[in-house]
């Protein structure tokens, strides 16, 4: 008596379940130096899976704000990110969060978190030094409390002066004996 392996039954085409769209990359932005370096590790994270991208902006807490200043606000926000999205090729959703004036700063972040939720994230990309709280370690301990996406956080950059534009004693470049001419 031969053994024969059994025979995996064909699966017509149309039985066969789409599959799901992939769960976007979370990106918060906060107007500051760091906004390039955390869109460039979001993209780093987004462009294999080409995932979407979740652009938060996140605004300051102002007691009298008004819907042409939030917008010019954000617009500022997103149009420095923008660019670089697009370059990559992928979609993005942007979004505009403005921290509440009171409160502490795990709601703060859990404000953050309810956006990503909402949206199907399951990675955020945050600055290590953040606006009101809203660090990478605040995001992740509030993500940790609440189950939530897991927190990739970005180091802070480094200001590197242009190397061409050296005017200190010694240097070469200088045309003049009174400095630069520029």
Do not use: K
Not at 28 to 38: F, G, K, M, R, T
Not at 92 to 98: E, K, L, S
Not at 105 to 130: E, F, M, P, Q
Not at 151 to 169: D, I, K
């Amino acid at each position: 008596m031969s053994h024969q392996p059994l025979a995996r039954p064909e699966i017509p085409a149309e039985r066969v379940p789409p599959v799901p769209p992939p769960r976007p990359v979370t990106a918060l932005l906060a107007d500051s130096v760091q906004d390039i370096a955390v869109i460039d590790t979001a993209l780093r994270l987004a462009v294999p899976r080409r995932a979407p991208l979740l652009l938060v902006a996140v605004l300051p807490a102002h007691a009298h704000s008004s819907v042409t200043a939030d917008t010019y606000a954000a617009r500022a926000v997103m149009g420095r990110v923008l660019p670089r999205v697009r370059r990559a090729g992928l979609d993005h959703i942007p979004v505009v969060h403005r921290v509440t004036p009171r409160g502490t700063r795990l709601r703060a972040a859990g404000a953050v978190l309810d956006v990503a939720a909402r949206h199907l994230s399951s990675v955020l990309v945050a600055a290590d030094r953040g606006p009101a709280g809203l660090d990478a370690h605040v995001l992740t301990e509030a993500s940790a409390l609440r189950c939530g996406p897991f927190v990739h956080s970005v180091a802070p950059t480094a200001w590197n002066p242009f190397a061409s534009a050296r005017c200190g004693p010694g240097s070469t470049d200088r045309p003049t004996a009174s400095g630069p001419a520029w």
